[in-house]
């Protein structure tokens, strides 16, 4: 062992480096490739880093039972941070995002929004109750009454035959693409709120329709959202249906 080596043993050598390069990768990983992420940084300082030097210190360890030379060590190391960073930073690649479902549904029964308002006001009451951190919004049970009985959309209870799930591809080589699932079978009931409806009489009872239910994330991004949701949709705690986009009709046969 040289002087240098005694006050720096080789072993730290090792768990510095390759557990320096998994904390660097997992920690500035996702705030570069995928700021959306839940938990970020977190996968460097309790993840890849601490996983980095344990794998340093085995790499050492084995090293050390093979007798392999120092030049050859050296070449080990570097390999290896090399392929955890690569590692780790793809992993940091954001997902596909899911941007909505194409839905064959059979309607069941169609009510104005004004139906259902009593129901979603007493819903929210509880909510409210149960929240003493915010307060609600002044006047929010009159607002949605006035707010439901001019509105022209309508409430659908229907039969989900089947839906097609849409993923956009966010990775640098395939960003913006859309990906899908495919036709699943779904056979379950579900409601849903459809804009400008023309009326209840245009979608009788036994009807079969395809539509397109975007999902919508924007509200809990929002830095101001309301309590509760101004959004009659959001209110009636309801997920949209819109007649498919053209960019997506290419699907419905899927």
């Known amino acids: 062992m040289t002087p240098r080596e005694k006050h720096f043993p080789v ?32 996968l460097g300082i309790f993840i890849t880093g601490p996983a980095g030097a344990f794998l340093g210190l085995l790499l050492y360890v084995i090293c050390l039972i093979l007798g392999v030379s120092d030049t050859r060590q050296w070449q080990i ?27 064959d549904a059979q309607v069941r029964r169609c009510e104005a929004p004004a139906q259902r308002v009593d129901a979603a006001i007493e819903y929210w009451k509880k909510r409210v109750a149960e929240v003493t951190w915010a307060a609600p919004r002044p006047g929010w049970q009159a607002d949605m009454r ?23 591809q966010r990775k640098p080589w395939n960003n913006g693409q859309i990906l899908a699932s495919g036709w699943q079978i779904a056979n379950e009931p579900k409601s849903y709120y459809i804009k400008f409806p023309g009326g209840c009489s245009d979608y009788p009872a036994g009807e079969k329709s395809l539509r397109f239910a975007p999902y919508d ?21 309801l997920q949209v249906l819109d007649p498919v986009p053209d960019e997506y009709r290419n699907f419905v046969g899927n």
């Open 11 to 42: 072993v730290l050598r090792w768990v510095l480096i390759v557990g320096g390069v998994g904390f660097a990768a997992g920690f500035f990983g996702p705030i570069i490739f995928n700021p959306d992420a839940n938990q970020g940084p977190l």
């Open 146 to 168: 006035q707010m439901s009985d001019v509105d022209d959309g309508a409430v659908l209870d229907v039969i989900v035959v089947r839906k097609n799930p849409l993923y956009e």
């Open 77 to 103: 190391l570097w390999t290896a941070s090399a392929a955890l960073a690569a590692g780790t930073l793809f992993f940091c690649l954001p997902r596909p995002a899911l941007r909505g479902e194409l839905i």
């Open 217 to 237: 994330i924007s509200v809990l991004q929002s830095h101001t959202i309301d309590w509760p949701p101004k959004k009659l949709s959001d209110f009636l705690d």
